[in-house]
């Protein structure tokens, strides 16, 4: 299935955002649609092509002074450069010469209207002042209407609010009409920014994004692209300039700033050898680094790829409001007119009586505070999260972890700090340290499990790969290898078991490796690892949020699950557990438990973080396997950040529905009022204008 995403430049219609996702849904070979209204994306799930054209007539028929732009065709160099430098000041300077002219225009006419209320005579001249004061402020609805009849389309804002204002001057009704018009232009203004300043925190990151990159080409420094660079190229990276893509340093020794991917404050030291990723800034030493990912595929483009289209995957909240939308505007237009003629009719009065009241149900009837705020909010909840290192794919898993009241925790890496390091070296039947020592790093020289990287690190010698025969890796026991003509077998008790060499038993809270050399013990190594400082603090106050249950799983022995379970006061620990084994755990709980989150490091974890309800991975820096696997990315190692991502998913869902139910009343009570001739068109404007202005500021305490 084909991606393709649009930029639809002008989009300030939240009500014809939804009405273009659900046209766009009725094409023929798209799968699923979704228009993000914060950042004017269309994302398109697509399994045959699409013509652009298509797209456009769609967009064109609801928006037409929508410009779109297929953000799938890729730019020259020259474009790219262009765009780059000048792209981030010229939106923000085009911005600032639009808002003054707008404030210029809304005062010109708030100033006439002002004038027209305190003149009293003559009545030509008062007439005079608010006609110019509602052409000044409504022109752009009122063309902008007209445009969408002829389209048509009505049902919109523009047309009910047109129709409303004239309505309103045709009975006479002069002060409310160009009232109406003036504050709905200056709520919309009002909702333009507060929306802008929600894109902030997103925005912040995207301005992260590398420009260039210093090409080595021999002795000559390039400026190029970072997409034109190649696996294996040699980078410069001067001081204060930010690391284009992922890279091995292999000169120089600087400090780093990770900042814009962790959240983390303090500056990482960086030096031969080390890894830098794309994002971090180079803060004072000159280093060259060894392309490991092109652009496309480095972990900033990933970061970027998922904080742009978290909006994409929509929480049940912002779904009711999709649908709730498409029909609320129609049953309250069909409902102002039965208002307008059969109450006359029924029970008498005058037309224009009636007609008034009807004109309110119009101005009521735009579910404008609906479609913009309850998005909004998740929107800026995801966007909070992200500058503190905290990647969240979609505002449907927030909105899932406000339900959790289990966590299961892996414990390598999640709860302990995954550093394993070599305590105790016992060689047995005749060898020495230095001789097992070299038989186990060679026999783990091709696992990437952590306990196999500590054993390695602690040889600290070069490996001769022509030694190493054989080598297979059995999944949470151990490891067999060929080194030379001998058989080697290191890993856990039950894997020696497994062979028949019987081994001895530890009474010992460290991890025991156990080396066989051709079926008889060669000796063990013990390694320990140390418990995180702020893993017994973090499961305290998961219970304070209302964390009913904390679960350990561990591949380690029974001993040691005991002792990091009563040490962090987990309620249940599971020890000696296989990948499989912890995935038919969590079937288990997710059948006994509402719902279930899953939190481990995405090393062999893939499978669970997949199948939890919420699947989050920690210290995901640089870790393709964690954020490919789960749901939530934590980018660093710090486990309090998991207290943050509870706390915005909490507040996020008690926003939400402090917006939604606000919204509601306040819209049906003055229905109700409306109806009864208990309220004029000022109380309109506030139930339409005002309820919006709120809950998108209500929406934005998130941000705080």
Known sequence: MEKKEFLLEGLNCANCATKIEENVKKLEGVNEANINFVNKTLTLKISSEIKPEEIEKIVKKVEPDVKIYDKNIPKNKSQNEIEQKNNASKEYEDEDEVDKAEIRRLLFSLTFFILALLIKEPFALKLSLFIVSYLVSGWKVLFRSFKNILNGTIFDETFLMSIATIGAFTIGEFPEAVGVMLFYEFGDFLQDKAVDNSRKSIKSLLNMRPTYANLLKGDKVLKVSPEEVKVGHLLLINPGEKVPLDGIVVKGISTVDTSALTGESVPKRVKENDEVLSGFINLNG???????????????????????????????????????????????????????????????????????????????????????????????????????????????????????????????????????????????????????????????????????????????????????????????????????????????????????????????????????????????????????????????????????????????????????????????????????????????????????????????????????????????????????????????????????????????????????????????????????????????????????????????????
């Open 286 to 704: 000159t280093i060259t680094i060894r392309v490991q990912n092109e652009y496309s595929e480095s972990t900033f483009s990933k970061i970027l790829d998922i904080v742009e289209n978290a909006s994409n995957k929509k929480a049940k909240t912002e779904k009711f409001i999709t649908k709730f939308a498409k029909y609320y505007t129609p049953v309250i237009v069909f409902s102002a007119i039965a208002l307008a003629f059969i109450p006359p009719l029924i029970v008498g009065g005058a037309f224009s009586q009636w007609l008034y009241r009807a004109l309110i149900f119009l101005v009521i009837s735009c579910p404008c505070a609906l479609v913009i705020s309850i998005p909004l909010i998740y929107f800026a909840g995801i966007g909070k999260l992200s500058k503190k290192g905290v990647l969240v794919k979609g505002g449907n898993y927030l909105e899932t972890l406000k339900n959790v009241d289990t966590i299961i925790f892996d414990k390598t890496g999640t709860l302990t700090k995954g550093l394993f390091e070599v305590s105790e070296i016992k060689p047995l039947n005749g060898l020495n340290e230095e001789a097992l020592l070299k038989i186990a790093a060679y026999a783990e020289s091709h696992s990437n499990h952590p306990i196999a990287k500590s054993i390695k690190e602690y040889f600290h010698h070069e490996i001769d790969e022509n030694l190493i025969k054989e080598h297979e890796e059995i999944a949470g026991k151990g490891v067999i290898s060929k080194i030379n003509n001998d058989d080697i077998l290191i890993g856990n008790k039950e894997l020696l078991e497994k062979y028949g060499i019987e081994v001895p038993s530890f009474d010992s809270y460290e991890t025991i490796v156990y080396i066989a050399i051709n079926k008889n013990l060669a000796g063990y190594i013990k390694i320990s690892d140390k418990i995180k400082p702020m893993a017994k603090e973090t499961i305290k106050e998961l219970k304070k949020l209302g964390i009913k249950k904390t679960v350990l799983l561990t591949g380690d022995n029974e001993k040691i699950g005991r002792n990091i379970a009563l040490n962090l006061e987990i309620d249940e620990y599971y020890a000696k557990l296989l990948p499989e084994d912890k995935v038919k755990l969590l079937e288990k709980y997710l059948k006994e438990k509402p719902s279930v989150a899953f939190i481990g490091d995405g090393i062999n974890d893939a499978p669970v973080l997949a199948r939890a309800d919420v699947g989050i991975a920690m210290g995901g820096l640089g870790s393709d396997a964690a954020i490919e696997a789960s749901d939530i990315v934590i980018m660093d190692d710090d486990l309090s950040k998991l207290i943050d991502l509870i706390n915005v998913s909490k507040k996020t869902a008690r926003i939400s529905w402090q917006n939604l139910s606000f919204i509601l009343t306040i819209k049906f009570l003055f229905l109700i009022l409306g109806a009864l001739g208990l309220t004029n068109m000022w109380g309109a404007v506030f139930a339409d204008v005002g309820v919006t202005l709120l809950t998108i500021f209500n929406s934005l305490r998130i941000l705080r």
